[in-house]
């Protein structure tokens, strides 16, 4: 059903590098963007970059979560949303909180299992419309994928979720990013959040202190100082117990994919080793040796591999369900 990866890049640091950098773009002519801002509560907005379909009929809906310090504008979302859309779905590219250029909206920045946002959005986006509607997960993004299908369990608010290189294990994935081998990302992740820290604190000094910042050293003592007291969580470590997808995996009652490379460096395979893989007929696993985090480059055109499976299975997630609606409506 799905086609075999042959990697362009085998080596996971080279692959992860170069699907981060690879150049793509949206046909803004043929599929115009629109800014849409969801006021989530007073001191909470967040934007969505929107497109649709240029057909009379849209095939359904594809609402895409970006990972750690990312936007709506990172790669694999770009990438994702130009397939989508030439194949009849509309695209919600979901910036989320105080990403993408909006902290000016947000009192508060986002975290790995922040949900109610877009849950938010997803409820406004059903009032427009009844058709399929899916979730798409990035690395971090994946992990408030996972979480959101589980908490909602069966429910209409939703069709289906894919999630990609995703850190199920929020403190597994955290302490590999400090491994000596992945010192550049744990540098790059580091340095945009200690930024991001010193803008919110020009608009919102009594919430974000920078006294020692600098002495903040790996991405487990910066939740520790910021994100988990910020959110209620107390320790980092209470942050990734509570918040890690992983413990959500058994109540997933929707269709959902799961993509992660066995040597991607950032995200240990150890964690996907999970009974829940093989019991949750829900959940649907495809681990390919290669591709990195994120950098699933193919030897072949198509290049974006990752862009073909995920739309392959949402094709047949939203034939089946036009399908069952025919159906109903016969009968």
């Known amino acids: 059903m799905y086609p075999e990866f042959e990697p362009l890049i085998r080596n996971s640091h080279f692959a992860t590098i170069a699907g981060n950098f690879w150049r793509r773009q949206i046909d803004t002519a043929r599929f115009p963007a629109l800014r849409v801002e969801y006021r989530i509560d007073p001191n909470t907005v967040v934007v969505a970059i929107e497109h649709q379909p240029n057909r009379s009929e849209c095939l359904g809906r594809l609402v895409m979560l970006h990972g750690l310090e990312g936007s709506s504008d990172a790669g694999y979302i770009v990438s994702l949303a130009q397939e989508a859309l030439t194949r009849g779905y509309a695209v919600h590219r979901l910036n989320m909180r ?46 408030v994928a996972l979480k959101l299908a589980g908490e909602i369990g069966e429910s209409d608010l939703l069709d289906g979720v894919c999630a990609a290189s995703t850190p199920i294990n929020l403190a597994a994935a955290v302490h590999a990013i400090d491994r000596p081998a992945n010192r550049l990302y744990a540098r790059r992740f580091l340095g945009r959040l200690k930024a991001r820290i010193r803008s919110k604190s020009v608009t919102d000094p009594q919430f974000y202190s920078v006294d020692g910042i600098d002495a903040i050293s790996s991405i487990w003592e910066f939740d520790d100082r910021y994100t988990a007291p910020l959110f209620g969580f107390g320790t980092a470590a209470n942050y990734y117990a509570t918040q890690s997808s992983n413990q959500y995996l058994h109540a997933i009652r929707l269709p959902t994919l799961v993509i992660a490379a066995k040597n991607d460096p950032l995200v240990p395979f150890e964690m996907y080793r999970l009974p829940v893989f093989n019991t949750n007929p829900a959940l649907t696993l495809i681990a390919p040796e290669f591709g990195g985090h994120l950098g699933f480059l193919s030897r072949h055109r198509p290049r974006f591999w990752l862009d073909q499976v995920v739309m392959r299975w949402i094709d047949s997630r939203a034939k089946g369900l036009l399908e069952k609606t025919l159906q109903t409506t016969r009968s």
């Open 98 to 143: 105080s990403c993408g250029g909006t902290e000016h909206l947000s009192q508060t920045m986002y975290h790995s299992g922040l949900t109610s946002d877009t849950k938010f959005v997803l409820r406004e986006i059903r009032k427009r419309g009844r058709g399929p509607l899916f979730v798409v997960g990035f690395s971090l993004g994946g992990n």
